[in-house]
Each structure stands twice: as C-alpha cells, then as structure tokens.
C-alpha cells in the first residue's frame, strides 16, 4: 500500500511540475529562453564562438553614427543582464530604422551573434530576403522593426 502511495504521489508531483514549468505560459518559456540566450551570449564570447542565433532582452548603453560603408547600418551598444555589452549592427538598408532609440532604452531582439574581442556583434536583426537565413527583430516600445 505505501509502494502505491509513493508512486501516486511521484507521477502527481511530476504532473504539477511539468504544468509549473512555464510550458503552458508564454512569458515564462520567453523569459526562459532569453535567459538561455544571455548564458549563450556569455558562453560564446568567452569560447570565442560565432554564427549563434540568440534571443535577449537588454539596456542600450550608446548611440553610434550609421554605418554607411556597403549596407547601412544603425548601430548601438547594449549591455544584457549579466553585464556583457554587445554592438548591434541593424541593417536599415532591409529593415526600418528603430527610431527614437537612446541611452538608457530598454529593447529585446534576435539576430546573430558574432564574437569579438568588445564583446561581439549582434547582425542579421531583420528578416532575410532570399529565406536561407533565420529572421531576426529588434523590438522597442511595442514596436517590432525587421
């Protein structure tokens, strides 16, 4: 009788946890995921790793001039929850410039991260044209530009 007791009460305690888990909340799994993306973030600069598509919530910490050599880039510095601070190359050429951008404002993206000594680069912040690459998106104040 204890042995049944024991089993129910594991096969509940799973149920419970599976269902706590987040799998049926959308914020958690995206608060999750952003997490995971932040430790892969971490994880790629200091394995100096490239070409990792990543999801992260961060603060822009600067402002810099366009690039305007090749494809125009609007580029800024984020720094994500553990401190990193990463550039961000958006390609305006393909995807609507984020206006009202500025020190302090708080964005979540996806693109492509690419390591350097700085910290990286976060690209590919837009969706691609010809479908071979994943799309990725900046999103600020409500707003999605891909």
């Given at each position: 009788m204890k042995n049944k007791l024991s089993i129910i009460a594991v096969v509940l305690l799973s149920i419970m946890a599976y269902f706590n888990n987040g799998t049926n909340n959308t914020k958690s799994n995206t608060n999750s995921s952003i997490s995971k993306s932040n430790l892969t973030l971490q994880d790629a600069y200091n394995q100096h790793k490239s070409n990792i598509i990543?999801?992260?919530?961060?603060?822009?910490?600067?402002?810099?001039?366009?690039?305007?050599?090749?494809?125009?880039?609007?580029?800024?510095?984020?720094?994500?929850?553990?401190?990193?601070?990463?550039?961000?190359a958006h390609n305006i050429d393909l995807a609507p410039r984020v206006n009202g951008l500025k020190?302090?404002?708080?964005?979540?993206?996806?693109?492509?991260?690419?390591?350097?000594?700085?910290?990286?680069?976060?690209?590919?912040?837009?969706?691609?044209?010809?479908n071979r690459h994943p799309d990725g998106w900046i999103k600020y104040n409500n707003k999605t530009y891909q």
């Open positions: 990543i999801k992260t919530k961060a603060t822009v910490i600067k402002t810099l001039s366009d690039d305007l050599k090749g494809s125009k880039h609007q580029r800024f510095i984020i720094k994500i929850p553990s401190g990193q601070t990463i550039l961000v020190k302090g404002s708080n964005i979540e993206l996806k693109g492509e991260y690419e390591y350097n000594d700085k910290g990286g680069v976060i690209h590919w912040t837009h969706k691609d044209p010809n």
